[in-house]
């Protein structure tokens, strides 16, 4: 089996069942490896049909790992979000020359006298398009106005931040514009602290003459220093909010995406821009693989039924079938899902130590079919060991996303970002970029050499030309990122120990609950439903009457995942953790990073995961491609760069099973194969 990058040195090499195993290779072509989500109802989400019904939606295994403390879920609903939109790529929704010359024309205000320059940014028909780009453009560059004379808009500098910028800087100019725009109801925003009672008087005065129907502000004090707070009125309305636009907030679009070979978060990154929205304007359960054919459900904000209907053929040519389209009530939330459905193809099958030597004979096909039943039966009965997957640690060979997570845990802006940007082997156009950056810190020329499809990196490197490359503009490049981007460095290293953990707990206290350990309270293992979303999991620590009696099985072991309000286990591992934390200079970190508004509570992972509803079969490599995964689709061609057409398998291995939430199908084949996928 293959694998993405480095990403094997997270997994560590425990297993739970002894059996021999075989060798193998999977994703050799896309469509051999098929990801379908279970929403919370137990049904499959599919383009044919949203009403299939997993038949483990009910069984016995996956109850009682349903209430698992679903930690996507926690870390969405408790860290401190921010509030404004995250600001994306522009050259993709106005186009590269006019987003460039949006660009030069900013500079050029910096050296103006005057505020009566405009910029005309090009006719936009749709008027749900044109909305979108009023409010694109004014959260990216919030000193703008953004005037439409119908279909064109037109840019100009705000007079009012222009007084503004002379009574505070422009950095506190810009963010209190932002705040103004978010319409946050009951939020605040406070300058910086300001000891000339007249500065401040002056302040308070632009205030109630721009603002004063919808802010009001109050000078406050607090260990010597004052300083000014703005809140929103509750009955207050930003200016030019007109009635429809505050409908078009509440159109909701639910859709079924299917996608090839594409990140979840580029997906959504390329939708936003064809649309004229922000990516932080979707909402999923789940993200999905990438090197596969998957299937979710998805919710965008502020974009009719028909308007995605009409984009549905420009997105099929990126790899994005759009199904289901139909107007929802509400948005998804992260971790609202069951779990996933797999269908795996396992090609190039051989017994370990022969690697040269294909099963095709007669009694070599009876012999693998031994050694795959006894594994599959080993991992039905036993589960395996609940490792997060090479894919969250990112697929870099450079660097992993563990250490930029480090990095910024330790609240290393400006080593984050150069972990962020350490290039691959090559001299492909984005790790050029990337070494081009670290060689000369020169933001702009790294920028117009990266790739257009390099979203993320793009990003960065905007706010690195225009804030700077020490630490306070290191902080704003990751500020430019939507919040879920920024969290999963973090949460890429919390799983890097989580791991280390769990091979460290199976190592030293073996394969029985052991006194000290973190477990479910028995009363508390019904479904998540039954604890209600909100409340906190019931954990019980295992004493040492209850180690006796064999009162938990190791299947109810949980590990806690590094966080600022999880309880450590009470035996060995408790010192484990904190050592291991302390060994990476965290000894004394509180999991919360204010300067990027991320904050880590933490979760309860089980350390064994079940499959359910498993079922395999083994049949002739021709049927494999043409029957198992469906007919003729762009989801043909190789992932592994080697030629299908080129080797006839005398057999494939076809797998399918249900896996919980959070759960790896390549960690489930790692115990089956008893190989790192």
């Known amino acids: 089996m293959k694998q993405d990058g480095d990403a094997a040195v997270n997994v560590p090499p425990c297993f739970i069942s002894n059996h021999e195993g075989f060798r193998g290779s999977i994703k050799n072509l896309i469509r051999d490896f098929v990801v379908t989500e279970i929403d919370v109802g137990g049904r499959r989400v599919t383009a044919a049909s949203a009403n299939q019904t997993s038949p483990c939606a009910s069984s016995d295994a996956n109850s009682q790992s349903s209430a698992q403390f679903k930690e996507d879920s926690d870390a969405s609903t408790d860290c401190d979000v921010d509030a404004t939109p995250p600001s994306f790529d522009l050259s993709v929704i106005l186009g590269q020359s006019v987003s460039e010359e949006l660009e030069q024309f900013v500079l050029t205000l910096k050296d103006e006298t005057t505020a009566k320059q405009e910029l005309s940014l090009g006719c936009f028909p749709d008027k749900h398009h044109r909305a979108n780009v009023h409010r694109v453009v004014r959260h990216r560059f919030p000193f703008l106005m953004t005037i439409t ?12 931040y222009r007084e503004l910028s002379q009574l505070v800087t422009e950095d506190e100019a810009e963010d209190f514009f932002r705040f103004i725009d978010a319409k946050v109801r009951g939020s605040s925003y406070t300058f910086g602290p300001d000891d000339s009672k007249e500065h401040r008087t002056a302040v308070h005065h632009f205030m109630s003459r721009r603002f004063g129907k919808l802010v009001e502000t109050k000078s406050f004090s607090d260990q010597g220093t004052t300083a000014i707070t703005v809140r929103l009125r509750e009955q207050g309305r930003p200016k030019k909010r007109s009635g429809e636009e505050r409908k078009e907030e509440e159109v909701y679009t639910g859709f079924t995406l299917r996608k090839e070979n594409l990140e979840t978060l580029d997906a959504i990154s390329y939708m936003a821009a064809a649309l004229g929205v922000l990516p932080s304007d979707f909402t999923y359960a789940g993200i999905k693989d990438k090197r596969a054919v998957t299937y979710q459900s998805m919710v965008v904000k502020k974009v009719s039924a028909q308007r995605l209907e009409e984009k549905s053929a420009e997105f099929q040519k990126r790899g994005m079938h759009l199904s289901q389209i139909r107007s929802v009530g509400e948005p998804l939330r992260l971790g609202r899902l069951q779990g ?4 795996i193809v396992v090609r190039d099958l051989r017994r370990h130590g022969t690697s040269d030597t294909h099963f095709s004979a007669a009694n070599a096909h009876t012999r693998l079919a031994e050694l795959v039943k006894e594994a599959v039966e080993n991992v039905e009965a036993r589960g395996f060991v609940n490792y997060y997957g090479p894919q969250r640690f990112g697929s870099s060979q450079s660097v992993q996303s563990d250490h930029v997570g480090l990095a910024l845990l330790k609240e290393d802006m400006v080593g984050a970002v150069r972990l962020f940007f350490t290039p691959e082997e090559g001299d492909d156009p984005h790790s050029h970029a990337k070494r081009h950056f670290l060689q000369t810190d020169n933001a702009k020329e790294s920028l117009a050499m990266m790739p257009l499809s390099k979203a993320k990196e793009r990003l960065m490197l905007r706010a690195l030309n225009r804030y700077g490359t020490g630490p306070d503009g290191c902080a704003q490049a990751w500020l430019s990122l939507p919040h879920s981007m920024r969290v999963f460095y ?7 120990v989580w791991n280390e953990a769990a091979a460290h707990r199976l190592t030293t206290l073996g394969h029985k609950a052991r006194r000290g350990d973190l477990v479910w309270r028995q009363e508390g293992q019904n479904k998540l439903e039954d604890a209600g979303e909100t409340s906190l999991p019931q954990i019980h620590v295992v004493t040492e009457e209850e180690e006796q009696q064999g009162a938990y099985k190791l299947g109810q072991v949980l590990l806690p995942m590094p966080g600022n309000t999880v309880t450590y286990p009470e035996n060995s591992m408790g010192t484990w953790f904190q050592e291991r934390l302390a060994r990476d200079g965290l000894d004394k970190c509180r999991f919360r990073v204010s300067s990027l508004k991320l904050n880590l509570p933490g979760c309860y992972r089980p350390l064994l995961a079940c499959p359910c509803n498993f079922r395999y079969r083994l049949q002739a490599a021709q049927d494999g491609r043409g029957e198992v ?11 592994n760069g080697q030629t299908g057409e080129g080797k006839q398998d005398s057999v494939v291995l076809v797998l399918n099973f249900d896996l919980d939430s959070s759960c790896y199908a390549t960690i489930c084949l790692r115990e089956i194969m008893k190989c790192d996928p």
């Open 629 to 639: 995964m469906g007919g003729n689709s762009r989801s043909d061609r190789q992932l």
């Open 340 to 343: 996933n459905h797999f269908d």
């Open 149 to 160: 004379i119908q279909p064109e808009i037109r840019v100009r500098e705000d007079p009012d």
């Open 490 to 496: 973090p949460h890429a290293y919390c799983s890097r």
